[in-house]
């Protein structure tokens, strides 16, 4: 036998029912939240793929950059190589430089000593020319004197003239 429900009172329905009300305000509330919840999500969406595209657009302006970089790295350091390059050839180039300057002081040292000898010689050259000029000097007075007094020896006496009447009278 089946045991039948006791007949409900309308008080209790009555709290069946306010419960019930409760509840569905309770699920209003709930589906409210969510819609609230929802709206807010949808906003942080729309947001954040706001921010992917400018995101985006900033990746592709540092690749712009980084690819120009990039060229510029590679153009500068095509520089740097041929400057290096530049640099070896000067380098090379002053070492040639060097060398020769070197040869030229070398040479400019050999002359100066050959300079200082040619001086001297030539200096000693001047004493013996100063020298030898005295002696032909003293030598050519010596000759002159010499012919003065050959050239009287056989000149003889001074002889009178033969145009000076007077100084020939006949001693006859």
Request: net charge negative; charged share 35%; aromatic share 2%.
């Amino acid at each position: 036998m089946d045991k039948a429900a006791p007949p409900t009172g309308s008080s209790e329905i009555s709290g069946s029912l306010t419960k019930w009300v409760d509840e569905m305000l309770n699920v209003i509330k709930a589906i409210t939240t969510l819609g609230e919840e929802s709206a807010r999500h949808r906003a942080l969406a729309e947001s954040a793929q706001r921010e992917y595209a400018n995101l985006c657009e900033e990746v592709a302006t540092l690749r712009t950059e980084v690819e120009r970089i990039g060229m510029l790295a590679s153009s500068a350091e095509r520089q740097r190589d041929e400057l290096r390059q530049e640099v070896a050839m000067l380098r090379a180039e002053v070492d040639r430089s060097s060398m020769q300057a070197s040869a030229a002081e070398r040479q400019r040292d050999e002359v100066r000593e050959e300079v200082i000898m040619v001086r001297a010689e030539n200096h000693r050259l001047r004493m013996e020319r100063a020298e030898a000029g005295e002696a032909a000097a003293k030598l050519l007075g010596e000759v002159k004197d010499l012919v003065n007094e050959v050239a009287h020896k056989i000149q003889g006496p001074p002889s009178a003239s033969p145009f000076d009447h007077e100084a020939r009278t006949p001693n006859r």
